[in-house]
């Protein structure tokens, strides 16, 4: 079988461009494994709290947008498929239609950011702020600053993730430019979307739990 | 690490048909409606409502990592190391779960005045109480606890003293020779607090009342004990630190052994 998708060069202390290939994607999700321990912490506190004042999350969490929450749900996937599109144009060294799956990516995250804009700016004009910035006084648990210190720190830290994907596609789509990038070198696409894909998985959960679960 | 994987990592690399993709955001956005009216359902409690939520994102994910994600093609370490990841965060939720789920409220232990410390009258008596009866039940506990090291006579010559330097007490020897004496309290402050730099300890372990039956037989074994010791003065700073017996007494914080035994096992109903 022709080894038509190697890089012609690679790192020498690698067996071959296809054994570099692999221990560099293999890098990338222990990074993912790392991620996903990291969302998971935040999880376990939520499912404790939630299980512990559930009359208290129900009525917090009506505060929380779902029309919004569900439009961000389809953007992150819509862009999860621009992105793997990226990936596997660049495969077929279709570098043109690559790129403008790489740049729908880059939009469709932008659209989410500015969803979560509005929402935040919503919730900082309710009050709804997380731990001692607490200030609404329509919701009637003393502890209801919980579900918020919870919303902000979960989706906050996922916002954070969302721009960082950003900025590397940003840099994708800059190298794929300037040529770097074809049927016979796309590990970097590759690698990203995989990060990428991490940040929709966290979305697919974050979204059911914060919006919609009663 | 992969010989035998060789290979297999190093054919060419996978390309997936579009298609597969078509079919898998279909699938997702499907799903998302879904989640979203199952959300105004009611499946009988909230656990099963979660349930159903927590299924219906499963599913997506696992979309998300087989297709797009390439797990399906992938066969090397990477569907391992997102598996165990997976268990282990599972193990988290469910040990903190089943954690919460056997929580009864707290009840408060009560924990009553631990068995009141000896009085003082009463070491007034154990002091005073020289009788044979005492004597000899101090001598069962000399041979339990001292002769090693002092000798089943007493002449300082037990087989584990042997090492010691200074010698374990012979108590035949003269009052002189005791490093507090031979007076009653000066025999009771040296097994209360053993003595320093030699192989002396403290036997607190041993209640008051053993303690003063041991001093008893102790003496019975000098043919000269004397009414007054080096150690004498202090017998009060003794009773009050170190048995927590007379007015200044310090409390002692731990409590009676079979006390706590009774609460451990209590907790258990």
């Known amino acids: 079988m022709s080894d038509s998708h190697a890089k012609t060069d690679f790192s020498p202390w690698y067996r071959s461009a296809a054994h570099e290939f692999e221990s560099q994607k293999f890098g990338m999700w222990l990074f993912l494994v790392q991620e996903v321990m990291l969302f998971g912490g935040l999880f376990v506190g939520f499912i404790v709290y939630n299980y512990l004042y559930p009359e208290m999350f129900r009525e917090a969490h009506h505060m929380l947008d779902k029309r919004m929450g569900a439009i961000n749900t389809v953007f992150l996937l819509i862009s999860s498929l621009t992105m793997v599109l990226g990936v596997a144009y660049t495969q077929r060294n279709e570098i043109k239609k690559a790129m403008v799956n790489l740049f729908l990516t880059f939009c469709l995250a932008g659209a989410f950011m500015v969803v979560k804009y509005f929402e935040y700016s919503h919730k900082f004009h309710d009050g709804l702020l997380p731990g001692k910035y607490f200030t609404n006084t329509e919701l009637h648990a003393p502890n209801s600053y919980l579900f918020f210190t919870l919303y902000f720190m979960m989706t906050g830290l996922h916002g954070i993730h969302v721009l960082g994907g950003m900025i590397c596609l940003l840099w994708l789509m800059l190298r794929m430019w300037r040529g770097d990038f074809s049927d016979k070198n796309f590990g970097a696409v590759e690698f990203v979307g995989l990060y990428w894909h991490l940040v929709d998985l966290i979305w697919i959960f974050l979204f059911p739990l914060l919006y919609l679960v009663v | ?269």
């Open chain 2, 1 to 269: 690490m992969a010989n035998t994987n060789h290979n297999k990592h190093e054919h060419s690399h996978h390309i997936v048909p579009l298609k597969h993709y078509w079919l898998t955001i279909f699938a997702l956005l499907i799903l998302t409606i879904v989640t979203v009216g199952a959300s105004y359902i009611n499946f009988g409690s909230s656990a099963y409502n979660w349930a159903v939520s927590m299924a219906i994102a499963c599913t997506k994910a696992s979309l998300v990592l087989m297709i797009f994600m390439g797990l399906k093609w992938d066969d090397n370490l990477n569907r391992i190391s997102i598996a165990c990841t997976v268990a282990a965060l599972a193990t988290f939720v469910w040990l903190a779960a089943s954690d919460l789920w056997v929580r009864t409220e707290e009840k408060p232990v009560a924990i009553k005045k631990a068995a009141a410390a000896v009085s003082m009258d009463e070491v007034k008596k154990f002091e005073a109480d020289a009788s044979a009866a005492r004597i000899a039940h101090g001598k069962e506990l000399f041979l339990q606890t001292c002769a090693t090291c002092h000798g089943a006579e007493g002449n300082g010559d037990g087989a584990a003293g042997a090492a010691l330097n200074p010698k374990p007490r012979n108590f035949h020897a003269a009052s002189a020779e005791w490093k507090n004496g031979t007076s009653k309290r000066s025999i009771y402050v040296t097994l209360a607090e053993g003595i320093k730099g030699s192989g002396m300890a403290s036997y607190t372990s041993l209640s008051i009342e053993d303690r003063w039956a041991l001093v008893h037989f102790i003496r019975s074994m000098n043919s000269n004990p004397q009414d007054s010791g080096k150690a004498d003065a202090h017998y009060a700073e003794v009773l009050e630190k170190v048995d927590g017996v007379g007015p200044n007494a310090v409390a002692k914080e731990s409590i009676p052994i079979d006390l706590a035994i009774d609460l451990m096992v209590g907790d258990k109903k």
